[in-house]
C-alpha cells in the first residue's frame, strides 16, 4: 500500500511568487492534515480537512495560504504571494478515523528568497 | 494552549546501550500521544501510538509509556544500534491536531 505522497519535494521561489504544494494521502483516509516546521521550531499544526471539508484551519497563518481538497481526495497547498517567513517544511498527514495514528509524507522543502 | 517539551535535546551513546527519551506536556486532555522517528532529509515515521487510556505500548525495542495525570510519557530504547541514530519526536493529540516537541537528537555509535 503506498503511503502519503508529496509533491515538490523541494521548492525554491522568490518573495512574491506563488507556490503550490500537493498532498495526496493514504487510500480510504478520510482525514488529511497539514504540518509546517520553520527553521529552529517544533512542527506546528496548520489545517485539518475530513473528506472534502475543513474541519479546523486555526492553524493557518494567514490568508496568504490556502488550501483545497476538492473531491475528498489529494490535496493542495498554496501559498500566495509568499514571504521569506514562508519558507520552511510541509508536512501533509493523514488517517483513516479522527484521533488515530497519522501518518507522515515526506514533505516539501520550501524556500523562499 | 498545549506544549509539548522533549529532554534531552540530544543524546549521543554507545551502541549496546539502553536508553530512556522524555516528553512531558502540558494539557492532560489528551486523545493520545504518538512517538515519531525522522531521519535527515525524510519525512516522519510513526513508532509508537498510546491511547489517552492506556499505560504502555511495545514495539520490538521500543516501549513507550504514558501518565497522562502528569502529563509525561517516555520513550525506551533497549539494546541501541547505530541504526537507531535519528531525531525522535513526542506529540500529543488534541481533537484533531497534534501538538509536538521539538525532538530529541539521538546518536548511538558502534
Known amino acids: 500500500e503506498a503511503g502519503v505522497t508529496q509533491f515538490p519535494s523541494h521548492s525554491v521561489i522568490e518573495k512574491g511568487q506563488t507556490v503550490t504544494l500537493r498532498c495526496d494521502p493514504i487510500?480510504?483516509?478520510?482525514?488529511l492534515y497539514w504540518y509546517r516546521r520553520v527553521m529552529g521550531k517544533e512542527i506546528k499544526f496548520l489545517l485539518h480537512?475530513?473528506?472534502?471539508?475543513?474541519?479546523?484551519e486555526s492553524g493557518m497563518p494567514n490568508n496568504r495560504f490556502l488550501a483545497e481538497r476538492t473531491g475528498g481526495t489529494y490535496s493542495t497547498l498554496k501559498v500566495q504571494p509568499a514571504e521569506l517567513e514562508d519558507s520552511g517544511v510541509y508536512f501533509c498527514?493523514?488517517?483513516?478515523?479522527?484521533?488515530?495514528?497519522?501518518?507522515f509524507g515526506p514533505g516539501t522543502r520550501l524556500t523562499v528568497t | 494552549k498545549q506544549e509539548v517539551t522533549q529532554i534531552p535535546a540530544a543524546l549521543s551513546v554507545p551502541e549496546g546501550e539502553n536508553l530512556v527519551l522524555n516528553c512531558s506536556f502540558t494539557d492532560s486532555a489528551i486523545y493520545n500521544l504518538q512517538w515519531f522517528r525522522q531521519d535527515p532529509g525524510k519525512g516522519l515515521t510513526s513508532l509508537l501510538l498510546?491511547?489517552?487510556?492506556?499505560r504502555e505500548q511495545t514495539s520490538g525495542r521500543l516501549n513507550a509509556s504514558l501518565d497522562k495525570s502528569s502529563g509525561r510519557s517516555t520513550l525506551y530504547i533497549a539494546a541501541s544500534q547505530p541504526g537507531d541514530s535519528a531525531t525522535y519526536l513526542c506529540a500529543v493529540s488534541g481533537y484533531s491536531t497534534l501538538t509536538f516537541g521539538k525532538g530529541t537528537m539521538l546518536l548511538v555509535s558502534p
Open positions: 498527514a493523514s488517517s483513516q478515523v479522527l484521533n488515530s495514528e497519522q501518518y
Open positions: 487510500s480510504g483516509h478520510d482525514n
Open positions: 498510546i491511547q489517552s487510556s492506556q
Open positions: 480537512f475530513v473528506k472534502e471539508s475543513k474541519q479546523d
